[in-house]
């Protein structure tokens, strides 16, 4: 599990770099519950393996962390 604040680096990193429908939809529904730190969609600990897939397409671009697809 990533440290909140690397967290939500990475969901802001999304959030920006996101283009297709596809892209869209992991970012906007594989989120971690309010309060929690699983994934709502599919219940893996936050980054889920969606979530680092689709940030692992963005990887040498400014602002991306290695830690990201370490989780």
């Not at 600990?45 to 290695?66: H, K, N």
């Amino acid at each position: 599990m990533l440290p909140p604040e690397s967290a939500s680096a990475l969901g802001a990193f999304l959030r920006a770099h996101r283009r297709t429908e596809a892209e869209w939809m992991v970012s906007d529904t594989h989120n971690p519950g309010r309060g929690s730190r699983e994934c709502v969609v599919c219940a893996e600990p936050w980054p889920c393996t969606e979530v680092r897939q689709l940030a692992a397409q963005w990887e040498g671009l400014a602002g991306w962390r290695p830690e990201w697809l370490a989780s």
